[in-house]
């Protein structure tokens, strides 16, 4: 069974800090998907980013980072600079390879509100 | 403007009444879902369809029930609805789901549901 956890529930933080989110996921299979969503007050969930368990590089767009680490099984969300605009729940999801067998799934975390402070 | 489209926004019904949710995409994705939001719980997938063949059913109570007439169009007909099914329900389409599991879930805005 695969599981996501993200044990931040709520996060506040000054505009300008930087906040990491965290995330930590299990999982058997050795081929697998990970992705971030951003979910704001208006209730759409964004997709953000979309990872393969073969790719351990990490990623940098504008001002959002991840950290993929699969010796902890952890991928981590870092906002550089926040802005309140960035207030959201952010959620962390895993998918594993689709198995043919109608049992695909994609689990997500619990999501962590962050809230940016002006 | 999302590409995927939900209506209504909101919607408060009674627990004998019978409603609809509609979810509309105009990504040309071939797989369409709805999940449940519940307050403190994860998102809970419940329906999953890929090329209007209804692949996945999570469990669901049988006064929820979904059609999709085709890939571009789904529904989500509820009723007799009890006060613990009021949650945010949100409608997401994906590519294909018959790949590799890598496809993004693009999602709409959801219909908050007040079951009173």
């Known amino acids: 069974a695969q599981k996501v956890t993200q044990a931040q529930t709520e996060i506040s933080v000054v505009e300008k800090e930087d906040v990491t989110l965290d995330c930590v996921y299990e999982t058997r299979d050795t081929t697998y998907y990970l992705f971030w969503y951003k979910q704001p007050p208006s209730g759409e969930l964004v997709f953000l980013i979309r990872?393969?368990?073969?790719?351990?590089q990490n990623e940098i767009s504008g001002r959002y980072s991840w950290n993929f680490q699969k010796s902890t099984s952890s991928f981590n969300f870092t906002i550089t600079a926040s802005q309140v605009v960035d207030s959201a729940v952010y959620f962390c999801?895993?998918?594993?390879?689709?198995?043919?067998?109608?049992?695909?799934?994609?689990?997500f975390g619990k999501g962590t509100k962050l809230s940016v402070i002006p | 403007e999302t590409g995927v489209t939900q209506t209504p926004r909101h919607l408060v019904m009674g627990m004998t009444n019978k409603k609809s949710l509609k979810c509309e995409q105009h990504?040309?994705?071939?797989?369409m879902y709805w999940y449940k939001q519940s307050a403190k719980k994860p998102l809970e997938l419940m329906f999953v369809?890929?090329?209007?063949?209804?692949?996945e059913n999570n469990s669901v109570p049988s006064r929820f029930s979904p059609e999709c007439p085709n890939s571009s169009h789904l529904f989500l007909h509820l009723h007799t609805l009890q006060p613990e099914d009021s949650a945010l329900y949100l409608c997401?389409?994906?590519?294909?789901?018959?790949?590799?599991?890598?496809?993004?879930?693009?999602f709409g805005n959801g219909t908050r549901l007040t079951v009173t």
């Open positions: 997401a389409s994906s590519q294909d789901r018959g790949g590799k599991g890598n496809s993004p879930l693009h």
């Open positions: 369809y890929n090329f209007k063949e209804q692949t």
């Open positions: 999801a895993l998918s594993e390879a689709y198995s043919g067998a109608g049992s695909y799934q994609l689990t």
């Open positions: 990504l040309g994705h071939n797989a």
């Open positions: 990872r393969n368990s073969f790719d351990e």
